[in-house]
């Protein structure tokens, strides 16, 4: 089978989101027939979708996807489902039951619908957090998940493993992707868990020192969230079924050279402040393996750490112009 978006019925739950929106946006340059968006704004917003919200393909329901009625409703007729929506990883930890109804009932509900309604494929959105401190690094696909220890990690790898059996079971075809620490515009800026780097921003904006808790050497992978819009629209086009595929930048960053090039770019000379680490990261390190990405659905980054700074220097920064200009 031939996978297309040209005049297809989408579904992108979560599509309001920071990643959804993106992915909404990538779909549209190949003409899809419909684009049906289901978020309940808990962390998404129109502003998000300011790009296409008014464009005659797009359709946003605001609502839940616990909501199993309304649910039954859109994925009845959709040709490919993106499922997005979901808690982070902290809400998860601070409530479990809801983590529990949001990233494993709904998904099991939606894996239910979309085997009723012969929906041609899945793409889900896992997380490198599956993989707890992994052993290797680069991590590939084939390491183990047993050192996870979040209620998240553990509810992505349910969702892999759900869509897993249902290929098995019932042949509904799916891709699962592992992304890894995705920035960018539209990224949070003022929840309860902002990133770091938004705070650093923040603090280059007010000439303070930017704070680094610990050593700075924790790293991470920084993947650009074009490229893993790209990454999800090539799982969906590509023949391949039934697989999982890590999406990062295949470059590992500690969060002191993180800093460095978000000053750089910034043409700052603030100098770090470092202050005790007040709680215990248990993943230490983060480096995606991606090569299977790139064999079988020839996907591969192409924002670099330092275009993608400056991209989300330049959004911020001006999202705080407008911000102070209706104050
Ligand atoms: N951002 C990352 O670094 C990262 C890393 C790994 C995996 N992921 C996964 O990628 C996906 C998108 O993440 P994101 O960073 O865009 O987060 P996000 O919070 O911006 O997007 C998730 C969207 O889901 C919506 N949502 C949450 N609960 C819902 C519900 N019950 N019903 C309907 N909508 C609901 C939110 O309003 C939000 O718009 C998620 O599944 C996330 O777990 C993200």
């Known amino acids: 089978m031939r996978n297309k978006i040209y005049n297809s ?77 979901a808690l982070r990883i902290n809400s998860c930890a601070a409530n479990p039951e809801e983590g529990f109804e949001v990233m494993l009932r709904s998904t099991f509900d939606l894996a239910q619908l979309c085997v009723k309604y012969k929906v041609k494929k899945v793409i889900y959105s896992s997380s490198a957090s599956v993989y707890g401190l992994a052993q290797h690094f680069p991590t590939p696909e ?25 290929k098995f079971m019932y042949d509904l075809d799916y891709v699962a992707l592992r992304y890894f620490n995705v920035y960018g515009a539209r990224m949070d800026t003022d929840g309860k868990y902002t990133e770091v780097m938004i705070r650093w921003l923040d603090c280059i904006h007010e000439g303070k020192a930017p704070l680094i808790y610990g050593d700075g050497s924790t790293t991470m992978d920084f993947v650009y969230v074009r490229d893993v819009a790209k990454a999800n629209v090539a799982a969906l086009l590509s023949n391949v079924t039934d697989e999982v595929f890590n999406v990062g930048n295949c470059e590992e ?13 910034n043409d700052s ?32 980054p192409s924002i670099s750490l330092k275009e993608g700074l400056k991209e989300l220097s330049e959004w911020y920064f001006e999202k705080k112009k407008s911000i102070n200009l209706r104050v």
């Not at 340059?29 to 704004?41: A, G, M, Y």
């Open 9 to 85: 019925k989408i579904l992108v739950t979560g599509g309001a989101g920071f990643i959804g929106s993106y992915v909404v946006e990538e779909l549209l340059k190949s003409d899809p027939k419909k684009v049906i968006i289901i978020d309940n704004l808990i962390r998404g917003s129109f502003e998000n979708m300011k790009s296409f919200i008014d464009n005659p393909l797009v359709h946003f329901i605001e609502g839940d996807v616990r909501d199993t009625a309304l649910m039954e409703n859109y994925v009845s007729g959709t040709d490919y489902v993106f499922h997005m929506a």
């Open 253 to 265: 960053t500690s969060l002191k050279q993180l800093l460095d090039v978000l000053l750089k770019v």
């Open 142 to 166: 084939t390491d183990t998940p047993y050192d996870n220890q979040t209620f998240y990690g553990g509810a992505k790898l349910w969702g892999e493993q759900l869509f897993k059996s249902y």
């Open 269 to 300: 000379r603030l100098v770090p402040e470092y202050r005790e680490e007040n709680s215990v990261n248990p993943v230490s390190r983060r480096l995606a393996d991606n090569t299977k990405a790139k064999q079988q659905l020839n996907f591969e």
